[in-house]
């Protein structure tokens, strides 16, 4: 089955302890993205990544890392967590054309105390 | 600055009436207009979508309306059915640059 599989659901941590949000797909999407869901917000951008290796800033790039080592993979790195970075998050992919939109993962319910 | 705004932020239907959300962009670059739905849990999914060649499209009881001269575009769900309660969000952006801004979403109910 072609999906975006995001790990963990749910995380409650504390502030400053650093953690990681894995993200892989099944579909060899060039595509990738980070995106972070608040309520009256929507859907922002945090990270995304046209390829292997190609990284960039999206519209709240802030207190996060990303990297693309290979191209099924993209975690999401808090290297230093604050209660502003609570939040539901999702990892999206498609090819580098989206001809079929985004691919989005089930979520990962993050709360930092 | 909100690249793509959306309205209702919640909406409250009875069954058979009809939905309609509204989003409005200001870039005039943007030529590609996907709505996603999102029940709770879930990831959006890919509904239905438009590029500006067209007024309307179609998708079974979902049609999505294109104004490109007033930079709007907006979704109606027909016959709306309480299997369509769910979050909808519309986005906007360049195709070919796979770069899209999202609305902040509406929470559709559809009363039995």
């Known amino acids: 089955e072609a999906q975006v599989t995001q790990n963990p659901r749910y995380l409650i941590t504390v502030t400053g302890k650093k953690l990681t949000v894995t993200c892989s797909q099944n579909?060899?999407?060039?595509?990738m993205s980070w995106y972070r869901q608040d309520p009256g917000l929507g859907l922002r951008q945090i990270y995304y990544?046209?390829?292997?290796?190609?990284?960039d800033k999206g519209d709240v790039p802030e207190g996060y890392k990303v990297s693309r080592k290979e191209k099924r993979n993209f975690p999401l790195i808090l290297e230093s967590p604050s209660p502003n970075q609570t939040s539901l998050y999702f990892c999206?992919?498609?090819?580098?054309?989206?001809?079929?939109?985004?691919?989005f993962g089930s979520g990962t319910r993050l709360t930092v105390v | 600055q909100q690249q793509v705004k959306q309205s209702p932020q919640s909406l409250i239907v009875q069954k058979g009436g009809i939905s309609i959300i509204n989003c409005a962009y200001e870039?005039?670059?943007?030529?590609?207009f996907p709505w996603y739905q999102q029940f709770p849990g879930k990831g959006p999914a890919l509904l239905i979508a438009?590029?500006?060649?067209?007024s309307e499209k179609k998708e079974g009881r979902f049609t999505i309306s294109f104004n490109k001269s007033a930079k709007q575009f907006s979704l109606h769900i027909m016959d709306s059915q309480p299997g369509d309660s769910a979050t909808y969000f519309c986005?906007?952006?360049?195709?070919?640059?796979?770069?899209?801004?999202f609305g902040s979403g509406t929470k559709l109910n559809v009363k039995p």
């Open positions: 870039n005039t670059a943007f030529d590609y």
């Open positions: 999206a992919s498609s090819p580098a054309i989206p001809n079929y939109g985004y691919t």
């Open positions: 986005a906007a952006g360049q195709y070919n640059f796979n770069k899209f801004y």
């Open positions: 990544s046209m390829n292997v290796e190609v990284t």
């Open positions: 438009i590029r500006p060649d067209v």
């Open positions: 579909m060899n999407h060039e595509y």
